[in-house]
Protein backbone atom coordinates (compact mmCIF):
# COMPACT_ATOMS: atom_id res chain seq x y z
CA UNK A 1 0.00 0.00 0.00
CA UNK A 2 1.50 3.34 -1.17
CA UNK A 3 2.34 5.53 2.08
CA UNK A 4 0.32 9.29 1.84
CA UNK A 5 2.88 11.82 0.82
CA UNK A 6 3.51 14.75 3.15
CA UNK A 7 4.40 18.18 1.30
CA UNK A 8 7.76 19.81 3.10
CA UNK A 9 7.40 23.67 4.52
CA UNK A 10 8.28 25.62 1.33
CA UNK A 11 7.36 29.18 0.89
CA UNK A 12 5.10 29.68 -2.04
CA UNK A 13 5.06 32.55 -3.77
CA UNK A 14 1.65 34.26 -4.80
CA UNK A 15 0.55 32.94 -7.99
CA UNK A 16 0.40 36.02 -10.88
CA UNK A 17 -2.07 36.35 -13.42
CA UNK A 18 -0.91 35.64 -16.83
CA UNK A 19 0.76 38.65 -18.41
CA UNK A 20 -2.08 38.98 -20.92
CA UNK A 21 -4.93 39.24 -17.85
CA UNK A 22 -2.89 41.69 -15.74
CA UNK A 23 -4.35 44.85 -15.91
CA UNK A 24 -3.83 48.48 -14.43
CA UNK A 25 -5.20 47.49 -10.61
CA UNK A 26 -2.86 44.37 -10.86
CA UNK A 27 0.29 46.80 -11.04
CA UNK A 28 -1.20 49.34 -8.59
CA UNK A 29 -1.87 46.92 -6.37
CA UNK A 30 2.18 46.28 -6.05
CA UNK A 31 2.83 49.73 -4.65
CA UNK A 32 3.83 49.60 -1.49
CA UNK A 33 0.04 50.69 0.96
CA UNK A 34 1.50 53.47 2.75
CA UNK A 35 2.14 55.35 -0.42
CA UNK A 36 -0.72 54.27 -1.67
CA UNK A 37 -2.65 55.86 0.80
CA UNK A 38 -1.47 59.24 0.21
CA UNK A 39 -2.85 59.28 -3.58
CA UNK A 40 -6.17 60.90 -3.36
CA UNK A 41 -9.11 59.83 -5.82
CA UNK A 42 -7.50 61.87 -8.78
CA UNK A 43 -4.14 61.00 -8.68
CA UNK A 44 -5.02 57.15 -8.59
CA UNK A 45 -7.48 57.85 -11.82
CA UNK A 46 -4.39 59.16 -13.15
CA UNK A 47 -1.81 56.93 -12.86
CA UNK A 48 -5.17 53.62 -13.83
CA UNK A 49 -5.48 55.81 -16.78
CA UNK A 50 -1.43 55.81 -17.43
CA UNK A 51 -1.36 51.89 -17.01
CA UNK A 52 -4.31 51.52 -18.68
CA UNK A 53 -2.67 53.33 -22.04
CA UNK A 54 0.81 51.74 -21.36
CA UNK A 55 -0.24 47.99 -21.46
CA UNK A 56 0.06 46.41 -24.58
CA UNK A 57 -2.97 44.76 -25.85
CA UNK A 58 -3.27 41.95 -28.25
CA UNK A 59 -4.95 42.23 -31.33
CA UNK A 60 -5.66 39.41 -34.01
CA UNK A 61 -3.22 38.36 -35.93
CA UNK A 62 -3.47 37.33 -39.65
CA UNK A 63 -0.13 35.69 -39.89
CA UNK A 64 1.60 34.60 -36.47
CA UNK A 65 4.54 32.66 -37.69
CA UNK A 66 7.27 31.80 -34.35
CA UNK A 67 10.30 28.85 -35.09
CA UNK A 68 13.70 28.96 -34.08
CA UNK A 69 16.67 28.11 -35.60
CA UNK A 70 19.27 26.67 -34.00
CA UNK A 71 22.63 26.76 -35.04
CA UNK A 72 25.93 25.25 -33.27
CA UNK A 73 27.04 28.30 -31.76
CA UNK A 74 23.87 30.55 -31.06
CA UNK A 75 20.34 30.13 -31.75
CA UNK A 76 17.82 32.66 -33.29
CA UNK A 77 14.19 33.09 -32.73
CA UNK A 78 11.99 34.30 -35.75
CA UNK A 79 8.92 36.09 -35.40
CA UNK A 80 6.78 36.96 -38.20
CA UNK A 81 3.30 39.26 -37.52
CA UNK A 82 0.84 40.19 -39.90
CA UNK A 83 -2.17 42.52 -38.34
CA UNK A 84 -3.44 45.49 -38.43
CA UNK A 85 -1.97 48.43 -36.51
CA UNK A 86 -2.88 49.15 -33.51
CA UNK A 87 -0.63 51.68 -31.89
CA UNK A 88 -1.44 54.48 -30.77
CA UNK A 89 -0.45 57.62 -32.41
CA UNK A 90 2.19 58.22 -35.36
CA UNK A 91 5.82 57.98 -34.80
CA UNK A 92 7.73 60.84 -32.58
CA UNK A 93 9.83 61.13 -36.19
CA UNK A 94 8.84 61.43 -39.34
CA UNK A 95 10.34 58.59 -41.87
CA UNK A 96 12.82 59.46 -44.85
CA UNK A 97 11.29 58.01 -48.27
CA UNK A 98 14.03 55.77 -49.24
CA UNK A 99 12.82 53.98 -45.42
CA UNK A 100 9.30 53.44 -46.83
CA UNK A 101 10.45 52.57 -50.10
CA UNK A 102 12.80 49.60 -48.29
CA UNK A 103 9.90 48.41 -46.63
CA UNK A 104 7.76 48.07 -49.63
CA UNK A 105 10.62 46.61 -51.27
CA UNK A 106 11.79 44.07 -48.17
CA UNK A 107 7.76 43.21 -47.44
CA UNK A 108 7.67 41.75 -51.73
CA UNK A 109 10.86 39.96 -51.27
CA UNK A 110 9.55 38.19 -48.29
CA UNK A 111 6.13 37.71 -49.80
CA UNK A 112 7.81 36.13 -52.78
CA UNK A 113 9.83 34.30 -50.99
CA UNK A 114 7.24 32.71 -48.94
CA UNK A 115 5.17 32.10 -52.08
CA UNK A 116 8.30 30.41 -53.77
CA UNK A 117 8.79 28.21 -50.48
CA UNK A 118 5.02 27.05 -50.84
CA UNK A 119 4.75 26.35 -54.20
CA UNK A 120 8.05 24.47 -54.28
CA UNK A 121 6.43 21.83 -50.90
CA UNK A 122 3.08 22.07 -53.04
CA UNK A 123 4.99 20.32 -56.33
CA UNK A 124 7.66 18.53 -54.54
CA UNK A 125 4.43 16.70 -52.48
CA UNK A 126 2.37 16.56 -55.69
CA UNK A 127 4.92 14.51 -57.33
CA UNK A 128 5.78 12.49 -53.96
CA UNK A 129 2.20 11.60 -54.70
CA UNK A 130 2.16 11.10 -58.32
CA UNK A 131 5.16 8.65 -57.82
CA UNK A 132 3.71 6.95 -54.62
CA UNK A 133 0.73 6.15 -57.22
CA UNK A 134 2.52 4.58 -59.93
CA UNK A 135 1.22 7.83 -61.97
CA UNK A 136 3.85 7.89 -65.33
CA UNK A 137 2.98 11.46 -67.31
CA UNK A 138 5.66 10.51 -69.98
CA UNK A 139 7.18 7.35 -71.10
CA UNK A 140 10.64 7.09 -70.00
CA UNK A 141 12.71 9.79 -68.01
CA UNK A 142 12.02 13.88 -68.65
CA UNK A 143 15.76 14.01 -69.65
CA UNK A 144 14.80 11.49 -72.58
CA UNK A 145 11.66 13.14 -73.64
CA UNK A 146 13.93 16.62 -73.71
CA UNK A 147 16.60 14.99 -75.69
CA UNK A 148 13.75 13.75 -78.36
CA UNK A 149 12.66 17.47 -78.57
CA UNK A 150 15.97 18.79 -79.19
CA UNK A 151 16.71 16.32 -82.18
CA UNK A 152 15.57 17.21 -85.74
CA UNK A 153 12.42 15.02 -86.76
CA UNK A 154 13.56 13.55 -90.20
Not at 14 to 20: D, E, F, R
Not at 22 to 37: G, M, T
Not at 81 to 104: C, E, S
Amino acid sequence: MKEPETSSPTTEQPSLPSYALRDASHYINQIDPAVLARFDPEQLEAVRAVLDRAIPRPSPKIVDLRFMVDLVIVRFYIVLFVGKDRRYGDRQYPLPKVTKFANIIAAILLLLAVNLAISAFVLLLAYLVKSGLGIDLFPGHVTEQLQKLDQPKK
